[in-house]
Antibody
Framework: EVQLVESGGGLVKPGGSLRLSCAAS????????MNWVRQTPGKGLEWVGR??????????DYAAPAKGRFSISRDDSQNTLYLQMNSLKIEDTGVYYC?????????WGQGTLVTVSS | ETVLTQSPGTLSLSPGERATLSCRAS???????LAWYQQKPGQAPRLLIY???SRATGIPDRFSGSGSGADFTLTISRLEPEDFAVYFC????????FGGGTKVEIK
């Protein structure tokens, strides 16, 4: 059974930083392209960015709101995906999910809540 | 950027009835790379349909997807009690885009 478990969410002040983790099991993580998706009160579901598998080049892509502030990385030895978020804004508040690509089965975790508030 | 518009926002139906959900894209979806998910409160979304009409592993055959280009439909032939949930469509590929969701509620 595929499991994706996010952690690291919490309350942070505007301008602060947070690092989210996603622990994966039940899939060949090294071969999976991975995404971060968020669900915010203002915009609903919104893609944050992705990292390809090492075999596919390991490159990252980001949605416009995340560029320059967020960074996605992966540790294949630990089957873990990361999202480093800097310069956080109030509008970044929401539930953050890690997901596999659709070709890999379209699996999602249950999400971790990030609240940006002073 | 592709905008996915789902309709209706809420569908009120009884168990055993047929549900028809629509997802319309602002531009043609390349390769029919359109997926449907089910989301229940407090649970992870579950992939139902990919490539517009292919059922994901373990999904009952009462769920079917159709459409091409910019217009797509998810049909639930006979609603079971466990099918009352929120459904959203997703375009996948270089970027991901999501519809706003349709809530299927018990009438």
């Amino acid at each position: 059974e595929v499991q994706l478990v996010e952690s690291g969410g919490g309350l942070v002040k505007p301008g602060g930083s947070l690092r989210l983790s996603c622990a994966a099991s039940g899939l060949t993580f090294t071969e999976a392209g991975m995404n971060w998706v968020r669900q915010t009160p203002g915009k609903g579901l919104e893609w944050v960015g992705r990292v390809k598998s090492k075999r596919a080049g390991g490159s990252t892509d980001y949605a416009a709101p995340a560029k320059g502030r967020f960074s996605i990385s992966r540790d294949d030895s630990q089957n873990t995906l990361y999202l480093q978020m800097n310069s956080l804004k109030i509008e970044d508040t929401g539930v953050y999910y890690c997901t596999t690509g659709v070709p890999e089965g379209g699996y999602w975790g249950q999400g971790t809540l990030v609240t940006v508030s002073s | 950027e592709t905008v996915l518009t789902q309709s209706p926002g809420t569908l009120s139906l009884s168990p055993g009835e047929r549900a028809t959900l629509s997802c319309r894209a602002s531009q043609s979806v390349s390769g029919n790379s359109l997926a449907w998910y089910q989301q229940k409160p407090g649970q992870a979304p579950r992939l139902l349909i990919y490539a517009a009409s292919s059922r994901a592993t373990g999904i009952p055959d009462r769920f079917s997807g159709s459409g091409s280009g910019a217009d797509f439909t998810l049909t639930i032939s006979r609603l079971e009690p466990e099918d009352f949930a929120v459904y959203f469509c997703q375009q996948y590929g270089r970027s991901l885009f999501f519809g706003g969701g349709t809530k299927v509620e018990i009438k």
